[in-house]
């Protein structure tokens, strides 16, 4: 099977600008290409983890990526998938980002001397003469076929655009020109929701160069069988970083997923050969939760580390199978400062742990009989536990399957 045979097989490519170059450039080729991240935030989730995924499968079929660090568009803002504006951020925070950014990559994709190049766009964006790179770039766009890409469109039905953000498309587009310019790059990739701009940085090599030799290609998004876009959770997004996520969390999510999804996440996420997971695909029901248990420690082993996954999957199988060691089990820990009189409220403390995001959502929660405190079944949402109850390390039981360990400073 070929490298492009196995992307479909897999279910990875969504859109592609010339199916039969991209293919001749992936089967026959040592292809340069690029995948941009903007520096939004101080660690990649599992949206852009796919997108590493995908870079490292190129990788090890011999093409070299760009991992390209937006450090210069993060100064604008994507407004894809956006009702509102996205804030501004200081150049400090853009480089603590793009920082934290490099350290999770460096995991995935092996950026040794000829295997990968690490770049940020602030290196050319932030020199640009306005006045020029109108008179470069900008002439080259209409303002009519812009407003009908979705990003755009959508937005101008809703809340509106800004004038910054309006630019985003010619910078993004201007990345492609100049990394087809100086690093000898033919490939743009990126989830499906990019499509508009990748396909505006190929035909502005085309309209400024007069080159017809770049291309794009974009991912599936990450989304379950329903169509609901993946890594969100009640305590938000599932993070890379695993002081936003922990490892224990992180399996677990994966741990969770629908028994209709096991088999698609396991394709798009994993190194797992597609002839194991044909064999997985022949089971059904209670027997999924092996194959879920495997896509949950692939993954984690990825992202965190062998001994990391270990961990969590010791955990999960004590919790599955009916116990609940709190070896490996999240956990908080209580100071004297949480308590007032020397007592602290279950709603607080489900919160504190992150159990629940609000007090309304914890008292649902105990009002629905999901939740247990040390075995005992919580039934007064206006409950009050004594600091001497944490003495020992107690653990609250949210549901089947969540588990937190409390202990007291």
């Known amino acids: 099977m070929t490298v492009f045979e196995e992307l479909k097989a897999r279910g990875l490519i969504a859109q592609c600008t010339n199916e039969e170059k991209v293919k001749d450039l992936l089967d026959n080729h040592q292809t340069t290409f690029y995948i941009g991240f903007d520096a939004t935030a101080d660690s990649l989730h599992i949206g852009h983890f796919l997108q590493l995924v995908v870079m490292s499968r190129l990788q090890k079929a011999g093409h070299r990526p760009i991992a390209l660090i937006g450090g210069g568009t993060t100064m604008i803002g994507d407004p894809t998938g956006k009702t509102d504006m996205r804030k501004m951020l200081t150049m400090e925070q853009i480089e603590h980002n793009a920082e934290c950014f490099r350290t999770q990559m460096r995991r995935l994709v092996d950026f040794s001397e000829g295997k990968a190049v690490m770049m940020n766009n602030a290196d050319w964006i932030l020199k640009f003469n306005y006045m020029q790179f109108l008179r470069e770039v900008g002439v080259h766009f209409s303002v009519n076929r812009m407003l009908t890409a979705?990003?755009?469109?959508?937005?101008?039905?809703?809340?509106?655009?800004?004038?910054?953000?309006?630019?985003?498309?010619?910078?993004?587009?201007?990345?492609?020109?100049?990394?087809?310019?100086?690093m000898d790059c033919h490939l743009e990739l990126g989830g499906d929701d990019q499509w508009s701009n990748i396909i505006n940085g190929a035909d502005l090599i085309r309209r400024v160069d007069g080159k017809d030799d770049a291309y794009g290609l974009t991912f599936t998004l990450l989304t379950t069988s329903e169509g609901k876009k993946m890594g969100k959770t009640e305590?938000?997004?599932?993070?890379?970083?695993?002081?936003?996520?922990?490892?224990?969390?992180?399996?677990?999510?994966?741990?969770?997923?629908?028994?209709?999804?096991?088999?698609?996440?396991?394709?798009?996420?994993?190194?797992?050969?597609?002839?194991?997971?044909?064999?997985?695909?022949?089971?059904?029901?209670?027997?999924?939760?092996?194959?879920?248990?495997?896509?949950?420690?692939?993954?984690?082993?990825?992202?965190?580390?062998?001994?990391?996954?270990?961990?969590?999957?010791?955990?999960?199988?004590?919790?599955?199978?009916?116990?609940?060691?709190?070896?490996?089990?999240?956990?908080?820990?209580?100071?004297?400062?949480?308590?007032?009189d020397g007592q602290i409220g279950m709603l607080t403390l489900m919160v504190k742990c992150g159990l629940a995001s609000s007090n309304g959502e914890a008292r649902k929660l105990i009002q629905g009989g999901g939740v247990s405190f040390d075995g005992e079944k919580v039934t007064d949402p206006k409950l009050m536990l004594n600091k001497d109850a944490f003495n020992n390390g107690v653990i609250i039981k949210k549901g089947k399957k969540t588990y937190h360990k409390v202990t007291l400073a």
């Open 150 to 182: 979705e990003c755009f469109k959508s937005r101008l039905e809703g809340k509106g655009l800004s004038f910054i953000e309006f630019n985003y498309m010619l910078l993004q587009s201007y990345d492609f020109l100049h990394l087809y310019r100086t």
């Open 235 to 340: 305590k938000g997004a599932v993070w890379l970083d695993p002081n936003k996520t922990s490892p224990y969390d992180f399996f677990q999510y994966w741990r969770n997923v629908g028994d209709a999804d096991v088999i698609r996440c396991m394709k798009l996420l994993t190194f797992v050969p597609l002839e194991e997971i044909a064999e997985f695909e022949k089971l059904e029901g209670a027997e999924l939760n092996k194959v879920k248990e495997r896509l949950a420690y692939e993954i984690t082993t990825m992202v965190h580390g062998k001994d990391e996954a270990e961990k969590a999957l010791a955990a999960a199988k004590a919790v599955f199978e009916g116990g609940a060691s709190d070896e490996n089990m999240p956990s908080t820990e209580l100071t004297a400062e949480d308590f007032a």
